[in-house]
Nanobody, 115 residues
Framework: QVQVVESGGGLVQAGGSLRLSCAVSGTIFSINAMGWYRQAPGNERKLVAVISGVGTNYAGSVKGRFTISRDNAKNTIYLQMNSLKLEDTAVYYC??????????WGQGTQVTVSS
């Protein structure tokens, strides 16, 4: 059974930083991509950043401020978030894509940016 557990969310002032972690356990035969999504109230879940064998990709709104990375030895991915803005407030979800038809989601971690 695959488990995906996010941590690191919280309340931060605008301009501050947070680092999210996503720990993956269980048996996954191969991972195509690992990424972070976020969902603000009333909005759809949207891609924030993804890391795969071909590199990284970011949503335009976070490019230059957020950095996604992975530690294969710890089966963990991270999202370093700097220069946080009010509009970054959302629930952040970790996504592990095993194949086109198989993916896993974490339970989400709340990030709240205050003025």
């Amino acid at each position: 059974q695959v488990q995906v557990v996010e941590s690191g969310g919280g309340l931060v002032q605008a301009g501050g930083s947070l680092r999210l972690s996503c720990a993956v356990s269980g048996t996954i035969f191969s991972i195509n991509a690992m990424g972070w999504y976020r969902q603000a109230p009333g909005n759809e879940r949207k891609l924030v950043a993804v890391i795969s064998g071909v590199g990284t990709n970011y949503a335009g709104s976070v490019k230059g401020r957020f950095t996604i990375s992975r530690d294969n030895a710890k089966n963990t991915i991270y999202l370093q978030m700097n220069s946080l803005k009010l509009e970054d407030t959302a629930v952040y979800y970790c996504n592990i894509r095993e194949s086109a038809s198989s993916e896993y989601w974490g339970q989400g971690t709340q990030v709240t940016v205050s003025s």
